[in-house]
């Protein structure tokens, strides 16, 4: 919304989701497989009608939020059309490592490895804060990124009146603390 507000157009391709229904314009979807089990979907990371119309949007720039499967689709589409890439580092990954069954050490060194080598190929690396920032130098000894925080709209939160909730759970009489965030 910020980028559209400032001029830019933008157009959004990401993988389907069960049950979504895009209601904004220029959002174009790979196909994703359902994974039960997980409540998971997992990206096929193949689409020839998205292979037709990149090259007919003329980007400026592709920026890439994940560094597998689609993340991987941006670098060949940045590479074949000769596009600018810029990746945002969102999290520490090789705290995912507890989710696979192997040596921790083997998997968190792929991870910083498997990194290292996406980020190679990009042109710029965006992270939102300057730990995160540190940690992929520390990573991959390269410094070509930037930290702008993750931007929220405020907008809703200015006229917000917790009576209601206070008054849910007993506690009018207490201070409280709210937060939005990711705990992960």
Same mark, same amino acid.
């Given at each position: 919304?910020a980028?559209?507000r ?9 993988q389907?989701?069960r ?13 994703g497989i359902e994974?039960p ?7 096929? +990371?193949?689409s020839?009608?998205i292979?037709w119309v990149l090259?007919a949007l003329?980007p400026d720039?592709?920026?890439s939020?994940?560094?597998?499967l689609?993340?991987q ?6 590479e074949k059309?000769d596009i600018?890439?810029v ?5 520490r990954?090789t705290?995912y490592s507890?989710m ?5 050490v083997?998997i968190q060194?792929m991870?910083v490895e498997?990194l290292?080598?996406?980020i190679e190929r990009?042109?710029h690396?965006?992270? +939102? ?6 940690m992929?130098?520390?990573f991959?000894g ?7 925080p993750?931007?929220i ?6 006229d917000a009146?917790?009576? +209601? ?5 007993g506690l ?5 603390v709210?937060?939005?965030?990711r705990?992960?």
């Amino acid at each position: 919304d910020a980028l559209t507000r400032m001029g830019h157009q933008v157009f959004v391709f990401a993988q389907e989701t069960r049950g979504y229904e895009d209601r904004e314009p220029f959002i174009f979807r790979y196909p994703g497989i359902e994974i039960p089990r997980y409540d998971y979907s997992f990206s096929l +990371p193949v689409s020839p009608y998205i292979d037709w119309v990149l090259p007919a949007l003329k980007p400026d720039v592709i920026h890439s939020n994940h560094s597998v499967l689609l993340g991987q689709v941006a670098v060949e589409k940045s590479e074949k059309h000769d596009i600018p890439l810029v990746f945002t580092l969102h999290t520490r990954i090789t705290q995912y490592s507890y989710m696979l069954p192997f040596s921790q050490v083997f998997i968190q060194g792929m991870m910083v490895e498997s990194l290292a080598r996406y980020i190679e190929r990009c042109q710029h690396v965006v992270t +939102p804060s300057d730990n995160i920032r540190q940690m992929l130098a520390n990573f991959c000894g390269v410094d070509k990124s930037t930290t702008i925080p993750t931007g929220i709209n405020l907008a809703p939160y200015q006229d917000a009146d917790g009576a +209601p909730i206070r008054r849910k759970y007993g506690l009018e009489l207490k201070r409280g603390v709210g937060t939005n965030g990711r705990v992960s």
